[in-house]
């Protein structure tokens, strides 16, 4: 059985900063896609950031670039979103995801194939 726990979710004043980690369990497979979606009240689900896991390569959503960064530490089963000049519309419930590493970009593959979802950790930014 395949779990995925997220923790660092939190409140930050705009401009601040946080860093959220996804730890998995249970085995997936040695090249997977691994990322991060948001979803706000009233608003659509929407990917932020992903990884093809064993250094294939990182994606962003447009909102993200240049402000979040994806990575993971394989021995520790675990992906980090270091999240910074936070805005307030980043407010939202952020979920780790897991699913198949495809011909495709990994955030439009999970947009689609995702196997595992983790309970989600909520991040609030005032302003």
């Known amino acids: 059985q395949v779990h995925l726990v997220e923790s660092g979710g939190g409140s930050v004043e705009a401009g601040g900063s946080l860093r959220l980690s996804c730890t998995l369990s249970g085995y997936t497979g040695s090249n997977v896609c691994m990322g991060w979606f948001r979803q706000a009240p009233g608003m659509e689900r929407e990917g932020v950031a992903a990884?093809?896991?064993?250094?294939?390569?990182?994606f962003y959503a447009d909102s993200a670039l240049g402000r979040f960064t994806v990575s993971e530490d394989i021995s520790k089963n675990t992906m980090y979103l270091q999240m910074n000049s936070l805005k307030s519309e980043d407010t939202a419930m952020y979920y780790c995801?897991?699913?198949?590493?495809?011909?495709?970009?990994?955030?439009?593959?999970?947009?689609?194939?995702?196997?595992?979802w983790g309970q989600g950790t909520q991040v609030t930014v005032s302003s």
């Open positions: 990884i093809r896991t064993n250094g294939g390569g990182t």
């Open positions: 995801v897991e699913g198949p590493s495809t011909w495709r970009s990994c955030l439009s593959s999970l947009s689609s194939e995702a196997r595992y």
